[in-house]
Structure formats: C-alpha cells, structure tokens
C-alpha cells in the first residue's frame, strides 16, 4: 500500500534554516503536502506542491520535489522558537500521513 | 479559508459506553470526509472515508462495526465510538476537502477521546 517516510526529529539553533525530508511510495499523488501541528492541536496546512514541479518558494517555506527518487524536503529558513512543533507530509489520494518530523528549536 | 467544526474538542466516558463526534464543514459541501486517529507521538492513521449519502469505506483493521460512520449531509459527518474500551483512547481528527480536484483537505481541531 501507500506509505510515507520521515525522520522523527529535528534540532536546531534559532535563526538556522532547517531541512525536514519525506520520501512516499504512491507516484499518482497529484499533489504533496507538509502540515504543522502544534501540541494538542488539530493540523494546519503549510503548504503544498503539484507534482510537476520541482520546487515551490512561500516566503520562508522552500518545498523541493525529486520525482525520481521520491523524496520531498521542506527547508524553513531562519528558524525561529515558533517553528517548534510536528511536521507532517503527506500525499496519495487518501492523504496518508508520514510519521511527523518532531522540530525543536533551541535559542 | 475554509473552516472544518470537530464537536466535542474533549471528551471522558465510561468503558462501555458509546460517544460520538461530529464533524461539519461550516462554509462549504463536503460530499466526502476522512477520519482520522492519532495516538500520541505518532502519525495520523487513516481509519475511514466517509461519503455522502453511502456507506463509509473503512481502512484494513478498522472495526466497521466498533467504528459507525455517518454522513447524512453534505456538511455533518459522524463518528460513533461503540462500546468504547481504555485502548480507543485517542486523538480523533476529522478532514474535509472540496469536491473532485480540491487541492487542500481542511481538518477538524481534533478530539480527545479518554475512556475510563
């Protein structure tokens, strides 16, 4: 079936850029997204990326896509303590979810 | 943007008892809503697409029948814990998305579910 791969955690140093990476199985997927969620909290949608493109810039949000290897990165440059949260891609029809990447970012 | 409504946000039952959790999308029709559930720690597992006006299609190794889905409306969708038990306790999130093409998928805030 669908399935969809992330690093667990993730720690930086404020005003870093971080580097959160995916990698998914299902090639159909028309479109790839990265949700936040905070704690306790429901998902808010970050961004996303139609699969025919390879990159997408939204202001401090950098989504790079690599079809061929199936691997899907999401760079947040000058990190900030606010950026500290779960951060989900996901992408198929039935929106799968990979495992969450656990951001924590350190002053 | 679209605004997806989950009721109740938290909810603490008895063992046996059965709960049910709501969910509306307040500015558009939804003919289709996902549910999700979320055990601490780690990532949403789909449970089932719920579809207006038919019966719900349940993910492998979810119980159609521990787990009753409705969707009665192109705005309400339900989800009904039966019987609940100490291990049901979980997050539950709902998402609706646009019809056919819809880009983003708009979750519900999520509800705690604590059975005691």
């Known amino acids: 079936g669908e399935d969809v791969e992330q690093s667990l955690f993730l720690s930086v140093r404020e005003g870093d850029s971080s580097v959160i990476n995916c990698t998914y199985t299902?090639?159909?997927?028309?479109?790839l997204y990265w949700y936040k969620q905070e704690p306790g909290a429901g998902l808010q949608l970050l961004t996303y990326?139609?699969?025919?493109?390879d990159m997408k810039q939204d202001q401090r949000l950098t989504v790079l896509l690599n079809k061929k290897d199936k691997h899907l990165s999401l760079r947040i440059a000058d990190t900030q303590t606010g950026d500290s949260a779960i951060y989900f891609c996901?992408?198929?029809?039935?929106?799968?979810f990979g495992q969450g990447t656990e951001l924590s970012v350190k002053p | 943007g679209a605004v997806v409504s989950q009721h109740p946000s938290r909810v603490i039952c008895k063992s046996g008892t059965s709960v049910k959790i709501e969910c509306r999308s307040l500015?558009?029709?939804?003919?289709?809503m996902f549910w999700y559930r979320q055990f601490p720690k780690q990532s949403l597992m789909l449970m089932a697409t719920?579809?207006?006006?038919?019966?719900?299609?349940?993910e492998q190794g979810v119980e159609k029948d521990k787990f009753l889905i409705n969707h009665a409306s192109l705005t309400l969708s339900t989800l009904t814990v039966t019987s609940a038990h100490p291990e049901d306790s979980s997050f539950y999130i709902c998402?609706?998305?646009?019809?056919?093409?819809?880009?983003?998928?708009?979750f519900g805030q999520g509800t705690r579910l604590t059975v005691v």
């Open positions: 998402s609706a998305r646009f019809p056919q093409g819809a880009v983003e998928a708009f």
């Open positions: 299902d090639s159909s997927s028309t479109y």
């Open positions: 990326i139609f699969s025919n493109m």
């Open positions: 996901a992408g198929g029809g039935k929106l799968i």
């Open positions: 500015d558009f029709q939804a003919t289709t």
């Open positions: 719920s579809n207006e006006g038919s019966k719900a299609t349940y």
